[in-house]
């Protein structure tokens, strides 16, 4: 089993700045890719940012410019950097990896974390 634990949520002003940190531990062999989704009530989550085992990124049209994504491979942990936070940011925020847990494995297994919350506020 894999576990995502995720911290840096919290309430923010318009315009400030969160960091968000995602800790993947447990039965991991590697890891192909970390990103970070994000979800208000009443619709479907989405993707707000990835990166994949060779650093290549993707990111949300809407957070271009503002998020970054990083990650420190040693430590199995991945950063989601927040500036210029927009009341429209508001959502609960998922960490998400995929694991393989041995080399035997062919396919990576898909894992959550159980989401921090991320208020802006106008």
């Known amino acids: 089993q894999v576990q995502l634990v995720e911290s840096g949520g919290g309430l923010v002003q318009a315009g400030g700045s969160l960091r968000l940190s995602c800790a993947a531990s447990?039965?991991?062999?590697?890891?192909?890719?970390m990103g970070w989704y994000r979800q208000v009530p009443g619709k479907q989550r989405e993707l707000v940012a990835l990166?994949?085992?060779?650093?290549?990124?993707n990111y949300a049209d809407s957070v271009k410019g503002r998020f970054t994504i990083s990650r420190d491979n040693a430590k199995n942990t991945v950063y989601l950097q927040m500036n210029s936070l927009k009341p429209e940011d508001t959502a609960v925020y998922y960490c998400?990896?995929?694991?393989?847990?041995?080399?035997?494995?062919?396919?990576?297994?898909?894992?959550w974390g159980q989401g921090t919350q991320v208020t802006v506020s106008s």
């Open positions: 447990g039965s991991i062999f590697s890891i192909d890719a």
């Open positions: 990166i994949r085992s060779r650093d290549s990124t």
């Open positions: 998400n990896a995929e694991v393989r847990s041995s080399i035997v494995m062919p396919m990576a297994r898909t894992y």
